[in-house]
């Protein structure tokens, strides 16, 4: 038998604290359809995902497009994932929990 526990950490990598500026979009199929939504913060980054601070609302499943902005970099870095979670509060506040696609 297997209990789930209620807020249990399942992060297989660590997840390192950031502040990095961030344009995100939705992805549609045809690039004539992406449309940005806003900008926002990338609060914590992992190997496989990371999580940005907005207000955008965005369902889970939905494919984004990000360009994050990097201290050592001149130009942004250009991300694709997809929304794995949302928060609606919390102490890192709003936000979308985001799986990469392309990695770091």
Known sequence: ????????????????????P????????????RVEI???KVCDV??????IKTGANQPV???MGLLV?????RDPV???????WISHGGPK???LGIQLETTL
């Open 1 to 20: 038998m297997t209990i789930e526990i209620e807020n249990q950490d399942r992060r297989t990598t660590p997840r390192y604290g950031v502040d990095l």
């Open 22 to 33: 961030v344009r995100l979009w939705s992805e549609g199929m045809d690039p004539s359809q």
């Open 38 to 40: 806003e900008s926002g």
């Open 46 to 51: 992992s190997w496989g995902g990371l999580f």
């Open 61 to 63: 499943g939905a494919e």
């Open 69 to 73: 902005t990097m201290p050592q970099h």
């Open 78 to 84: 250009p991300l694709r994932g997809r929304v794995a």
């Open 93 to 95: 506040g709003p936000g």
